[in-house]
């Protein structure tokens, strides 16, 4: 898997998602506790999901991010400083589809 450089943040997120949930340390991101039911350690999960999300960025990253000891608090700042605004993007999307036009000189099936 590559590491979070910055430039790759949509990619990653997707990727460690799928990986956090598979090893079911997941519910770090959004809870303080365990699931109930569960005998899962919250702390050692948070340490766990730290250690992952930390592993998997390039190395300054990780040296700004280290000092942050909690998962949340590591992906909340991951977020607001890399979860873009799509709304640029959907809006000349939206403007090109608008602004399409039939016209007898171009053939549809091209």
């Keep these: 898997m590559p590491k979070l450089n910055g430039n790759n943040c949509r990619m990653w997120v997707a990727k460690i998602k799928f990986l ?5 340390v997941d ?5 303080k506790e365990a699931p109930k039911g569960s005998k899962r350690i919250c ?4 340490k766990t999901y730290c250690g992952l999300l930390l ?4 190395d300054s ?3 700004i991010y280290i000092k942050m000891q909690n998962a949340m608090r590591i992906w909340e700042a991951l977020k607001s400083k890399y979860d873009s605004d799509d709304t640029g993007i ?19 099936l091209k």
């Excluded at 956090?20 to 079911?24: K, V």
């Excluded at 519910?27 to 809870?31: D, E, K, V």
């Design 20 to 24: 956090h949930t598979q090893s079911r």
């Design 27 to 31: 519910y770090a991101l959004t809870t």
């Design 43 to 46: 702390d050692k999960d948070n």
């Design 55 to 58: 592993h998997y960025m390039i």
């Design 61 to 63: 990253m990780y040296h």
């Design 90 to 108: 959907k809006k000349y999307a939206s403007d090109r589809w608008l602004s399409f036009k039939l016209t007898d000189d171009k053939p549809i």
